[in-house]
T-cell receptor
């Protein structure tokens, strides 16, 4: 069974640009969450999608947005990039909305974004 | 919202020794506490988890304890091996908050051969 797949793995952007990251969850998983990982702030929750609906949202500005498609694949978008947006963006999938009742959270390898 | 603090931030032990990492959480509504291991350049992977109705759970060399009254939980690794070297993250999930996890700051464990 293929794991969580994230694309692209690495990308470099300049300030003011926008970026779209993609996540394909494990087959059959319906919940997709996004986390930002930085050396200073650790792992911080961005948002979670289930059945194409955003279910939870973390404390990030409106420049960060996401969506989920009918096949459970998800994308996140960051507009007007700032230097501080440089981070590893991790996607995680789960069978259902409420772990641990239906299984653990599986992470992808992440998309490393560098903003110059 | 929930806040999770993790200590120590770095831990160096000799191979064969035990390692203990401690976390505290703030929201008494948290009911699920996983631990993730992240090796350099790799994805975080679940190594053990515990629910609020259990005080202790063990899996081979790894154990987790939970004290709901004090709102803290700990990871214990016995007979450490060089392959245990990684960053470990504790996390907490508040009931009815979907799959949203609040993570601690991480502990870099170094096991010296």
């Amino acid at each position: 069974k293929a794991g969580v797949t994230q694309t692209p793995r690495y990308l470099i952007k300049t300030r003011g640009q926008q970026v779209t990251l993609s996540c394909s969850p494990i087959s059959g998983h319906r919940s997709v969450s996004w986390y930002q990982q930085t050396p200073g702030q650790g792992l911080q929750f961005l948002f979670e999608y289930f059945s194409e609906t955003q279910r939870n949202k973390g404390n990030f500005p409106g420049r960060f947005s996401g969506r989920q498609f009918s096949n459970s694949r998800s994308e996140m978008n960051v507009s007007t990039l700032e230097l501080g947006d440089s981070a590893l963006y991790l996607c995680a999938s789960s069978l259902q909305l409420h772990i641990p009742d239906t299984g653990e959270l599986f992470f992808g390898e992440g998309s490393r974004l560098t903003v110059l | 919202g929930e806040n999770v603090e993790q200590h120590p931030s770095t831990l160096s032990v000799q191979e064969g020794d035990s390692a203990v990492i401690k976390c505290t959480y703030s929201d008494s509504a948290s009911n699920y506490f996983p631990w993730y291991k992240q090796e350099l350049g790799k994805r975080p992977q679940l190594i053990i988890d515990i629910r609020s109705n259990v005080g202790e759970k063990k899996d081979q060399r790894i154990a987790v304890t939970l004290n709901k009254t004090a709102k803290h939980f700990s990871l214990h690794i016995t007979e450490t091996q060089p392959e245990d070297s990684a960053v470990y993250f504790c996390a907490a999930r508040v009931v009815n908050a979907g799959n949203m996890l609040t993570f601690g700051g991480g502990t870099r464990l170094m096991v010296k051969p």
